[in-house]
């Protein structure tokens, strides 16, 4: 699992950070990538990684706000021209469905692909047997998800030596204690699962969170997470300005991660007002909190490997 | 008057182009810039140029095609918190009005200043004391205008030795002979305003076309103009697909403005199969004309001056 920032600025594009939108590589999980808002130009963002869109298997919207969706269009009719023939489905707010559909009959956008629109309730949106993705309302101007992508535990592997070991003859049965079954051998041994199997590994949880103050439903959803990705449009010196528009501090982040016990914090959604020099203090804000922060520039992204997060280094 | 390329490519957008978007300034005429077609991203193209987008007056859309549209939605909330308190007009086909309302509600975007959006069929689209602009369907796979942009002549002005030497005073006299009004001094003696004043200047023609392959309108709006924009998708060796895809090669591009004794012409809307280094190869097919032919670049500008188009060399 890999996150990508394609998009980390606040409002409007500026030349160094592109509207909204956050990628959740799951190629090695499952051949497929997963995507946090769409803000204009994310097409265009995708033209300088190496994701396909046609691998895009699903976007999930915080909310209606142009800098979060405005690129979708775009990005629906590249993906079926590009030769997207996968069903692909979208999760998000009441209003998503007809502003999507009026704007491909406007546009006369052909697309060769299913496409689905859920608009979402609170609770949990997707359920399969690798991952369960539950949505918070968040408290922004306007209805805001946060999303909590948890992924269910890993089965156990099959230790083959032991089952050597003890006999058990290649086939059927193998796939049996792989599950979970004990079996009977053909000379009337018991085998069972637990002796010939590893440890179950626990997956991952990736909370990615949408535009919001700090509020009670951040820290619901962030509980015990290994990675939050939390809007921090401002800083210290202007927090009353993230009150006044329903924004969040980098410290708002901060305290949402700390008392949710959550393990790393991405900080995104930066206003334009802060040049790159001035991340550098805005990281010092919060240099005293007990878990590693990191303010995500556009194309910034991070490994998740063996429980730890590794910022890939730019080529 | 200058003619800025934001965007010069088909469909979708690539590393090398954009999609559509083509600017005329008109800062020395009227201190404002009209765009046509607003493919996405056209606002992240402007933050790389001078242009202000409170300054942006007029948008005059081809057709509804994604790729000349999408861009739109984002660029009238940037102008807005840009600062952008006048007016500004949106002409183009049916459909636009509700798009844009839809769009505009759904992000819950406040537009300060105030949107005119105006649904045209063929005929003057436009017409106060220095411009008239004129449209006309061209033949595509969906509704597409073109548009011609007439510059009125310029007034004469007034040669003021000459009304010196015949002794009119300075003052309300003047501004009557200015005007083309006769009149009578104190002592009888009348002057003709023919005799005092200097050449009626001619205004320029510019034609903007939209998305079509070789017909007839495209010709009929190119007729004498000073600079035809022209699309030419495909070249010499793709003609088939342009007119299975209501596109045009270059040629047809150059045989419009031949019929139509156009003085220049400049090639837009470029597929993204012609790299670079194809573009000469475009450029030769059509060398036998008797008239320039450009083939524009994104941030490719044109300066008109006295009567004759040069490229502005970029910085
Ligand atoms: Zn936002
Ligand atoms: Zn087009």
Redesign the interface.
């Given at each position: 699992m890999q996150l990508l920032f394609l998009g980390t600025g606040a409002?409007?594009?500026?030349?160094q950070r592109?509207t909204t939108a956050t990628v959740l590589k799951l190629l090695d999980e499952r051949g497929t990538f997963w995507m946090f808002d769409c803000g204009?130009?994310t097409?265009?963002q995708i033209?300088?990684t190496t994701l396909k869109p046609r691998k895009l298997e699903k976007l999930f919207i915080t909310h209606?706000?142009?800098d979060h969706?405005?690129?979708l269009?775009?990005l629906l009719?590249?993906r079926s021209?590009l030769g997207g023939d996968e069903a692909l489905t979208i999760y998000g707010p009441v209003?998503?469905k007809?502003?999507i559909e009026?704007?491909l009959a406007?546009?006369?956008?052909h697309i060769k692909y299913k496409l689905n629109i859920i608009e979402i309730e609170e609770g949990i949106v997707f359920e399969d047997d690798q991952f369960i993705v539950e949505a918070k309302l968040l408290e922004h101007?306007?209805p805001c998800f946060g999303y909590k992508v948890t992924q269910k535990a890993l089965p156990p592997e099959l230790l083959i030596a032991k089952t050597d070991a003890l006999g058990v003859p290649r086939g059927p049965l193998l796939k049996q204690l792989k599950e979970g079954q004990d079996v009977e051998l053909a000379d009337g041994r018991i085998v069972r699962s637990s002796d010939v199997t590893g440890e179950l590994k626990e997956g991952f949880q990736v909370t990615i969170l949408g535009d919001t103050k700090f509020c009670e439903n951040a820290i619901l959803l962030s509980q015990s997470a290994d990675i939050v990705v939390h809007e921090g449009t401002f800083d210290q010196d202007t927090a009353e300005l993230a009150g006044l528009y329903g924004h969040s501090t980098i410290m708002d982040a901060a305290n949402v991660c700390k008392e949710a016990g959550a393990k790393h914090l991405i900080v995104n959604h930066i206003s334009a007002r802060f040049m790159p020099s001035d991340i550098k203090d805005m990281i010092a804000q919060v240099k005293h909190y007990e878990f590693p922060i990191y303010v995500a520039d556009d194309f910034a992204e991070f490994d998740w490997v063996n429980g730890e997060l590794k910022k890939v280094p730019r080529e």
């Open positions: 409002g409007m594009p500026s030349k592109n204009e130009a097409q265009h033209l300088h209606l706000h142009g969706i405005y690129g269009p775009g009719g590249s021209f209003g998503l007809a502003w009026l704007t406007t546009s006369k956008t101007v306007i």
